[in-house]
């Protein structure tokens, strides 16, 4: 790790400690040339491959910014959102895989909204998959009433 103060390469770690339950390590170092203390923060890597193969880091503000659409209008709260948020990333982050395709990422979208509000379900499953007539509606809604009986 460079030093931000002197760009030398050499650090000593003087404490660590764990943040996000967790997911981020915070390390206090220490430059060996200069002397001066600074912090880092690490976290495991996530990346999201989209359709056209391009990968981007993942991002939780995305995956809010999509299910709010879906609970345009309905009783949900940001609090609510920034839980389903992080419950999608937890999930995919067990999956252990550094790389996961955007599609796994909508279908880990899906049980929570379910949980969340059935109407946004069903808004967020009609358009991520893709549903072509009211027969796949009525199956999705069929669906929904089976799981409450």
Do not use: W
Request: aromatic share 6%; glycine share 6%.
């Amino acid at each position: 790790m460079r030093c931000p103060f002197c760009r030398n390469q050499d650090s000593r770690v003087i404490d660590s400690r764990n943040l996000d339950d967790g997911a981020t390590i915070r390390r206090r170092r220490s430059c060996q040339e200069c002397g001066k203390r600074f912090t880092t923060l690490e976290t495991a890597s996530l990346s999201v491959v989209k359709r056209s193969g391009v990968a981007e880091p993942f991002d939780r503000s995305k995956v809010i910014s999509g299910a709010r659409k879906a609970c345009q209008g309905r009783p949900v709260s940001d609090d609510d959102l920034a839980l389903l948020a992080q419950e999608v990333e937890e999930t995919i982050r067990a999956t252990g895989a550094a790389e996961v395709e955007a599609h796994e990422v909508g279908l880990a979208i899906l049980e929570p909204l379910k949980r969340l509000d059935k109407v946004a379900y069903l808004r967020f499953a009609s358009v991520y998959q893709g549903f072509d007539s009211l027969e796949d509606f009525e199956a999705a809604i069929q669906d929904l009433r089976s799981d409450q009986g």
